[in-house]
């Protein structure tokens, strides 16, 4: 495992608006890894993401990418730079053709003069959506959703992946078949760090997981060792 | 027979007065697509343009649709200004904030209007907005058949730019979801700077094509305002093709009015069937 530290965020305090959403967030992910952050509903986890993505920016505490403070960046900078966030819901935009979305995630001045290249690894790793490429993303099924929202983030030559809740609402069977694809995204040299509420597929498919209670970061480590974890056993698992 | 021979007049005249209708309200509709923000100045920023032609052809003898080679620009980079330095703040308070600003734009528009050009009537006489032909039994005017043109040409265009270009998707992309469209690394406030310079320079168009067509005051803008308002509801809000639909409908809601009932309820005829569709459809023909 490649030892090389992509992303360094270091004691963030996060607001929305009075409310305090994350305390004294820290986080690592190196270069090559699958990183899962882990937590229940409100626990921050979006929020963290949003906040690495420059939708929000931390009232303390530092984000690092690549040896760079990014923590004052907006939006738009941090994909040009090489972070792409793959958000929750997918939020594909509905009335515009498959390949519309997947050319609009190229939109960065970086990624078009790779847009040719960046298209055909899409098409790879999800030959259905150039069978679709020119039916209307509200016409695709929700794993078919997923996967475009998946092809229009790498469509902008991203370093690091942020995905947000790829499970909501898709069958295991479809679930397989994106993690793999995760895998496989992992093999092309993109980072990754996945926001997941079910533990047990976290611990499975990731290297090192972190897991969040109220705003907080209260374990991480390897997935080896979580599962070992007594608190782990016990406050998600049961036993 | 008697009867559809006497109507045909009323329904060339207005699918032809939906071409003009089309034009003044597609910047309206462009704005509120995009950013969900109901310009309330655009009628005033319209007449602005026709007061533009106006100058060109009494000050420096341009023909009024040449003259929009220097029009169309200037109120493009005004369009720019205004929501790069003020809509965009204004948006990062509130849509309430976004609409105020609108409100003070008009009554500054409407007064710059009333200084420089005085509160008088004019209109954009060129020899040839005098002209007219004949196609069987219908007389008609050469400009009111230049508006339905120029709304189809405009209109073939916009759509091109929005399904070809990179910012044309970006605008597309913007206006169905914000957030998004910033996730995937548009910057929102530019391309709405964009959009809505480009909507004021389809105000710039429709200024010197109603100025053809009818005489204008300071104060006119409201009056079309009003006019876009209807055109947009019935047509559906943000929905081009709606636009061109909603300006036809409008239109013809008017003179087939005017036929029946007289001069006086054709705008009467008009609203009512604005009112109709808001409670049948409020969506509009082609809201989503």
Same mark, same amino acid.
């Given at each position: 495992?490649?030892?090389?530290?992509?992303?360094?965020?270091?004691?963030?305090?996060?607001?929305?608006?009075?409310?305090?959403?994350?305390?004294?967030?820290?986080?690592?992910?190196?270069?090559?890894?699958?990183?899962?952050?882990?937590?229940?509903?409100?626990?921050?986890?979006?929020?963290?993401?949003?906040?690495?993505?420059? !939708?929000?920016?931390?009232?303390?505490?530092?984000?690092? +990418?690549?040896?760079?403070?990014?923590?004052?960046? =907006?939006? +738009?900078?941090?994909?040009?730079?090489?972070?792409?966030?793959?958000?929750?819901?997918?939020?594909?935009?509905?009335?515009?053709?498959?390949?519309?979305?997947?050319?609009? /995630?190229?939109?960065?001045?970086?990624?078009?003069?790779?847009?040719?290249?960046?298209?055909?690894?899409?098409?790879?790793?999800?030959?259905?959506? *150039?069978?679709?490429?020119?039916?209307?993303?509200?016409?695709?099924? /929700?794993?078919?959703?997923?996967?475009?929202?998946?092809?229009?983030?790498?469509?902008?030559?991203?370093?690091?992946?942020? !995905? =947000?809740?790829?499970?909501?609402?898709?069958?295991?069977?479809?679930?397989?078949?994106?993690? *793999?694809?995760?895998?496989?995204?992992?093999?092309?040299?993109?980072?990754? !760090?996945?926001?997941?509420?079910?533990?047990?597929?976290?611990?499975?498919?990731?290297?090192?997981?972190?897991?969040?209670?109220?705003?907080?970061?209260?374990?991480?480590?390897?997935?080896?060792?979580?599962?070992?974890?007594?608190?782990?056993?016990?406050?998600?698992?049961?036993? | 027979?008697?009867?559809?021979?006497?109507?045909?007049?009323?329904?060339?005249?207005?699918?032809?007065?939906?071409?003009?209708?089309?034009?003044?309200?597609?910047?309206?509709?462009?704005?509120?697509?995009?950013?969900?923000?109901?310009?309330?100045?655009?009628?005033?920023?319209?007449?602005?343009?026709?007061?533009?032609?106006?100058?060109?052809?009494?000050?420096?003898?341009?023909?009024?649709?040449?003259?929009?080679?220097?029009? #169309?620009?200037?109120?493009?980079?005004?369009?720019?200004?205004?929501?790069?330095?003020?809509?965009?703040?204004? $948006?990062?308070?509130?849509?309430?904030?976004?609409?105020?600003?609108?409100?003070?734009?008009?009554?500054?528009?409407?007064?710059?209007?009333?200084?420089?050009?005085?509160?008088?009537?004019?209109?954009?006489?060129?020899?040839?907005?005098?002209?007219?032909?004949?196609?069987?039994?219908?007389?008609?005017?050469?400009?009111?058949?230049?508006?339905?043109?120029?709304?189809?040409?405009? #209109?073939?265009?916009?759509?091109?730019?929005?399904?070809?270009?990179?910012?044309?998707?970006?605008?597309?992309?913007?206006?169905?979801?914000?957030?998004?469209?910033?996730?995937?690394?548009?910057?929102?406030?530019?391309?709405?700077?964009?959009?809505?310079?480009?909507? #004021?320079?389809?105000?710039?168009?429709?200024?010197?094509?109603?100025?053809?067509?009818?005489?204008?005051?300071?104060?006119?803008?409201?009056? $079309?305002?009003?006019?876009? $308002?209807?055109?947009?509801?019935?047509?559906?809000?943000?929905?081009?093709? &709606?636009?061109?639909?909603?300006?036809?409908?409008?239109?013809?809601?008017?003179?087939?009015?005017?036929?029946?009932? &007289?001069?006086?309820?054709? #705008?009467?005829?008009?609203?009512?069937?604005?009112?109709?569709?808001?409670?049948?459809?409020?969506?509009?023909?082609?809201?989503?």
């Amino acid at each position: 495992m490649a030892q090389e530290t992509l992303l360094k965020v270091s004691n963030i305090d996060v607001f929305h608006g009075s409310f305090q959403a994350l305390w004294d967030v820290s986080l690592v992910v190196k270069r090559g890894e699958i990183v899962a952050l882990i937590g229940a509903n409100a626990s921050g986890k979006s929020t963290l993401l949003n906040t690495i993505s420059g !939708l929000l920016h931390p009232a303390k505490g530092s984000i690092e +990418f690549e040896g760079k403070n990014i923590s004052v960046l =907006d939006p +738009f900078q941090i994909v040009t730079i090489g972070i792409s966030q793959i958000p929750e819901g997918r939020r594909v935009f509905p009335t515009m053709t498959v390949l519309d979305n997947l050319i609009i /995630g190229s939109y960065n001045r970086k990624a078009r003069a790779k847009k040719e290249q960046n298209l055909k690894m899409v098409y790879e790793l999800f030959p259905i959506l *150039k069978e679709r490429k020119n039916q209307l993303a509200k016409t695709l099924s /929700g794993g078919e959703q997923q996967m475009l929202a998946l092809g229009r983030g790498l469509m902008s030559d991203p370093k690091l992946l942020l !995905l =947000d809740e790829m499970s909501l609402g898709l069958a295991p069977i479809v679930l397989n078949d994106l993690y *793999k694809a995760l895998k496989e995204i992992r093999e092309r040299g993109i980072t990754i !760090l996945f926001v997941e509420q079910n533990v047990r597929r976290s611990l499975k498919e990731a290297d090192r997981a972190y897991i969040m209670e109220v705003g907080r970061v209260v374990l991480s480590g390897d997935v080896a060792e979580l599962r070992e974890e007594e608190e782990v056993k016990k406050a998600y698992f049961g036993v | 027979m008697e009867v559809l021979a006497g109507l045909t007049t009323p329904i060339v005249f207005g699918i032809l007065l939906g071409g003009l209708y089309t034009l003044i309200a597609l910047g309206l509709s462009l704005v509120f697509g995009v950013m969900k923000v109901i310009n309330v100045a655009h009628g005033d920023l319209v007449i602005f343009g026709s007061y533009l032609a106006f100058a060109a052809m009494t000050m420096l003898g341009i023909d009024p649709i040449l003259s929009l080679v220097m029009g #169309m620009p200037l109120l493009f980079v005004i369009g720019f200004g205004v929501q790069r330095f003020l809509l965009n703040r204004a $948006f990062a308070v509130s849509l309430d904030a976004a609409l105020l600003v609108c409100f003070g734009l008009s009554i500054i528009f409407q007064n710059f209007c009333q200084i420089i050009w005085t509160p008088f009537s004019r209109s954009l006489k060129p020899p040839y907005a005098l002209e007219s032909f004949s196609v069987g039994v219908v007389n008609i005017p050469l400009v009111y058949l230049l508006d339905l043109v120029t709304a189809l040409v405009v #209109m073939l265009l916009l759509r091109e730019f929005l399904r070809r270009t990179y910012l044309g998707k970006a605008i597309n992309a913007a206006s169905q979801d914000t957030k998004a469209a910033l996730l995937m690394g548009i910057n929102t406030g530019r391309v709405y700077a964009f959009a809505f310079a480009i909507a #004021m320079a389809f105000a710039a168009i429709a200024g010197v094509f109603l100025g053809l067509t009818y005489p204008f005051t300071p104060t006119s803008g409201v009056a $079309f305002l009003i006019i876009a $308002f209807g055109v947009v509801i019935v047509g559906g809000l943000g929905s081009m093709l &709606g636009t061109l639909i909603g300006g036809m409908v409008f239109g013809l809601a008017q003179t087939l009015g005017g036929y029946f009932l &007289g001069a006086v309820a054709q #705008m009467f005829v008009a609203y009512i069937l604005v009112f109709v569709i808001l409670a049948v459809r409020p969506q509009g023909i082609f809201g989503r």
